[in-house]
T-cell receptor, first 111, second 116 residues
Framework: QKEVEQNSGPLSVPEGAIASLNCTYS??????FFWYRQYSGKSPELIMF????GDKEDGRFTAQLNKASQYVSLLIRDSQPSDSATYLC???????????FGSGTRLLVRP | GAGVSQSPRYKVAKRGQDVALRCDPI?????LFWYQQALGQGPEFLTY????????KSGLPSDRFFAERPEGSVSTLKIQRTQQEDSAVYLC??????????????FGQGTRLTVV
């Protein structure tokens, strides 16, 4: 079992819809959780990070964390074609500085 | 510089050749990371520097991989006797001292290494 699991997708949503991206992790001791966006051929770009259970909102993005279920999600409201990218979930392990990434979910927003 | 700079952007190496990949982090960033990203996968941790000290090299796949950051700024990842399985994008990231490690990690554009 991989330490960080994501559905590879593609997840296809129409423009203006809510896109929901999910991630599960295996290490209960994980403390910090990150969502990165990666356009094809580009480097990962940090979108959100979350440390505490519950929701964290930033503009059109909401990160949700449930440590009991070892589950973290990213909601994108009012999805735009420019949101089409691969979204990487990352978790910091015991050593805190080391990010463990999932394989990413490819999101496609249809105009 | 304005961001993390990596060079070369693309490198084609013949199997058995040695390569050196360069990372120029954001000025003043204490922490520097190297990750390897295979096609269709997420980045995988290779090694971590705090200033010039290499504090973690547990992710380096074999003793053919070597990284250094002698003056606590520019870093070089060297791969000796390259093999086809080394083909990947090598990403460098840096972050500042007082941020939660990883939360403010800025990635460079990467070096795409193809071993033929």
């Amino acid at each position: 079992q991989k330490e960080v699991e994501q559905n590879s997708g593609p997840l296809s949503v129409p423009e203006g819809a809510i896109a929901s991206l999910n991630c599960t992790y295996s290490d209960r001791g994980s403390q910090s959780f990150f969502w990165y966006r990666q356009y094809s051929g580009k480097s990962p770009e940090l979108i959100m990070f979350i440390y505490s259970n519950g929701d964290k909102e930033d503009g059109r993005f909401t990160a949700q964390l449930n440590k009991a279920s070892q589950y973290v999600s990213l909601l994108i409201r009012d999805s735009q074609p420019s949101d089409s990218a691969t979204y990487l979930c990352a978790v910091s392990g015991d050593s805190s500085y080391k990010l463990i990434f999932g394989s990413g979910t490819r999101l496609l927003v249809r105009p | 510089g304005a961001g993390v700079s990596q060079s070369p952007r693309y490198k084609v190496a013949k199997r058995g050749q040695d390569v050196a990949l360069r990372c120029d982090p954001i000025s003043g960033h204490v922490s520097l990371f190297w990750y390897q990203q295979a096609l269709g996968q997420g980045p995988e941790f290779l090694t971590y520097f705090q200033n010039e000290a290499q504090l973690d090299k547990s992710g380096l796949p074999s003793d053919r991989f070597f990284a250094e950051r002698p003056e606590g700024s520019v870093s070089t990842l060297k791969i000796q006797r390259t093999q086809q399985e080394d083909s990947a994008v090598y990403l460098c990231a840096s972050s500042s001292w007082d941020s939660p490690l990883g939360a403010e990690a800025f990635f460079g554009q990467g070096t795409r290494l193809t071993v033929v």
